[in-house]
């Protein structure tokens, strides 16, 4: 009996599940990371296919992994799997070494080789051959994130009547910053054979446009404060900010729960007298983790007061640990973390407490709402889930949020969090101790505010805007 064809297929360069050695035999672990924290809770109300690669290399022992494992109750995944040159070319290479840094503004940091724009071609084409497999024709294919920025133009020239959405989940940059990839012609054309694109901030929107502008003088562009228009020769695309967010009640409601209440109060009598400032981020060199314990230090070393009243608790998820710069930043990461508790530490506080792993989602909240401060600093990040994670998790509607001001979730929370420049070492330790010492009113308004506008502008909110922007889409009229 032939199935009915899903609704949705979700396209992302990594599936939640992920293939691993762990002790010398492959296992299964859970993925962690912005994109799977959003699109589970979506694919979990929705239904559907979720298209991606299980990690690991192309061999039949993670293929019979993979054939074994699990799905989830509402929808199943299809797996793309990659060779260990594709993973080097396309995952390591063009992904992380070009458009990662490029996106984030670092240009410094890109390796524009010409071997891994081939393979990012290639294994575009694949994942496009899987999305076409698993949708029908009326399905609904939506394409997340800059790994995958290609297929979109496979499944148009196989599929001209297909209904093709895109989600860039990291910034975009703006032209002059854009203009140095040496293929960004060929970016932009493969995006605009999607109906519907979508980006984190009113920034982004208005970079995309801008690239369009510079670079595709072909196009015409009409719009602005509802979205833009682009109509190129083919077709029309919609183009149009739509902040990601979280599952609110997921985090509020775990927060409030006794279990988590208990480890609260464990953690917290662990720090007994001493207040906590937060930092969890994935290893990642653009989420300024470096320039966050320099800050630390400023504040332990121009504000002597704080001395055995304040610990850091730094958690940083290990990720791309096989790309050279990542194990330059982990390594720096820990010299500092030594190098700050070496110089103030003493034997009954230790200023900054050091966690290199992935914890699991209560306990993570528990930390979250252990905590009185959250230092959120990003050099650049597309929106950031965790400082809405911090916020939704604090059940007694108190604590502050630092900010980064190139942070995308700043545009929407500036009204309650202490927004800086992660740059500005002085500053940051100024805001700290401002955290540090704010008003117990001031603390919970701001609080209200930032909770109020994350409970409202929701996960589940994120995907209805999206399918309304869909609707708006020419290719719907
Ligand atoms: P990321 O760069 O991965 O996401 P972020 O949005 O902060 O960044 O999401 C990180 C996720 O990982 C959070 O859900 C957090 O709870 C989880 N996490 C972090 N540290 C963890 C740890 N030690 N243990 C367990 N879980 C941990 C990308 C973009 C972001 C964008 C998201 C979603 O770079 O800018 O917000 O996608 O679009």
């Not at 993925?31 to 990690?55: F, K, M, R, T, Y």
């Not at 502008?213 to 109509?231: C, D, L, N, Q, Y």
């Not at 320099?294 to 001395?307: E, G, I, M, V």
């Amino acid at each position: 009996m032939k199935t009915k064809p899903p609704g949705l297929v979700v396209v992302s360069n990594r599936i939640p599940v992920t293939c691993q050695y762990e002790r010398g035999k492959l296992r299964l672990q859970t993925s962690s990371g912005g994109l799977v924290s959003a699109l589970e809770p979506l694919l979990e109300d929705q239904g559907g296919v979720w298209v991606g690669s299980p990690g690991g290399y192309d061999s039949p022992e993670v293929h019979k992994l993979m054939a074994g494992a699990a799905h989830p109750k509402n929808h199943r995944y299809a797996s793309v799997y990659l060779s260990a040159e594709e993973q080097q070319y396309f995952y390591q290479g063009f992904s992380n070494e070009v458009l990662w840094p490029l996106f984030h503004d670092l240009q410094s940091r890109c390796n524009f080789d010409p071997r891994y724009w081939r393979s990012y071609q290639d294994v575009n084409r694949k994942f496009a051959k899987a999305a076409e497999n698993a949708a029908g024709p009326d399905t609904l294919i939506w394409i997340h994130d800059y790994h995958l920025m290609q297929v979109g133009r496979t499944l148009r020239a196989h599929r001209p009547e297909a209904r093709l959405a895109f989600f860039l989940h990291i910034p975009f940059p703006p032209p002059d910053i854009f203009e140095k990839l040496p293929w960004r012609r060929e970016i932009l054309e493969g995006l605009l054979e999607h109906d519907l694109i979508g980006l984190q901030t009113r920034r982004d929107e208005r970079n995309f446009v801008g690239c369009l502008r510079s670079f595709v003088p072909s196009i015409k562009i009409a719009g602005g404060e509802e979205g833009h228009t682009v109509v190129s020769e083919r077709r029309q695309t919609y183009i149009r900010f739509l902040p990601i967010s979280i599952d609110y009640p997921k985090f509020s409601e775990a927060a409030a729960s006794a279990p988590v209440q208990q480890r609260v109060e464990e953690i917290r009598a662990h720090h007994s007298g001493m207040q906590i400032a937060l930092g969890v981020d994935r290893m990642d060199y653009t989420k300024g983790i470096p320039e966050r314990l320099k800050a630390f230090r400023s504040l332990l070393r121009n504000y002597p007061q704080f001395h055995r009243r304040v610990t850091l608790i730094q958690i940083v998820v290990p990720s791309r640990e096989s790309i050279p710069h990542y194990q330059d930043l982990k390594n720096e990461v820990e010299r500092l973390v030594a190098e700050i508790n070496g110089e103030f530490g003493e034997p009954e506080w230790i200023p900054i407490n050091y966690i290199h792993r992935s914890i699991p989602r209560e306990e993570l909240i528990a930390v979250y709402n252990a905590a009185e401060v959250a230092l959120i600093t990003p050099l650049k990040d597309g929106m950031n889930l965790v400082a809405k994670e911090y916020c939704a998790s604090r059940a007694q509607t108190d604590g502050v949020l630092i900010l980064s001001e190139f942070a995308g979730a700043a545009s929407e929370l500036r009204n309650g969090a202490l927004l800086v420049n992660p740059y500005d070492e002085d500053g940051v330790a100024a805001a700290i101790k401002k955290a540090l010492e704010m008003p117990a009113e001031e603390r919970h308004r701001r609080m209200l505010r930032l909770q109020n506008q994350i409970r409202t502008a929701n996960i589940l909110k994120w995907r209805d805007r999206f399918f309304a922007a869909i609707k708006k889409s020419p290719a719907a009229s």
